[in-house]
C-alpha cells in the first residue's frame, strides 16, 4: 500500500536548524512531484516547498526563500527539506505531499516547534 512516512520533526531553538525526510512507498516515486506542507491549529495547510519528478525544479513560498532547501533521492524513495534560520512562526506539522495526475498522497505529518 501507499506510504508516505515523515521524519526528522523536533523542537529546536530560534536560529536552528533541521531536517525532514520523508520515505515513500508503494507507488513510483520518480513519477510523482513531490512537496512539504505546513499546518497551524485554525488554519489551512500551506504549500512550502514544492520539487519536480527528476528534481530540476523547485519553488518555495515567500516566508521560507532563503532558508529552505528541498531536494529529492529517487533512488532512495525519499525527499527531503532542510530548514535553516528557523523562526517562531515556522512552527507547524509539516506534511509530505506526492502527486501525479489526479492522485495524491500525504504522509501523516512531522511536528516542529521553534523555541527557546
Known amino acids: 500500500q501507499v506510504q508516505l512516512v515523515e521524519s526528522g520533526g523536533g523542537l529546536v531553538q530560534p536560529g536552528g536548524s533541521l531536517r525532514l525526510s520523508c520515505a515513500a512507498s508503494?507507488?513510483?516515486?520518480?513519477?510523482?512531484?513531490m512537496s512539504w506542507y505546513r499546518q497551524t491549529p485554525g488554519k489551512e495547510r500551506e504549500l512550502v516547498a514544492g520539487i519536480s519528478r527528476a528534481g530540476r525544479s523547485t519553488n518555495y513560498a515567500d516566508s521560507v526563500k532563503g532558508r529552505f532547501t528541498i531536494s529529492r533521492d529517487n533512488a532512495k524513495n525519499t525527499v527531503y527539506l532542510q530548514m535553516n534560520s528557523l523562526k517562531p512562526e515556522d512552527t507547524a506539522v509539516y506534511y509530505c505531499n506526492a502527486q501525479f495526475m489526479l492522485a495524491t498522497y500525504w504522509g501523516q505529518g512531522t511536528q516542529v516547534t521553534v523555541s527557546s
Open positions: 508503494g507507488f513510483t516515486f520518480s513519477n510523482y512531484a
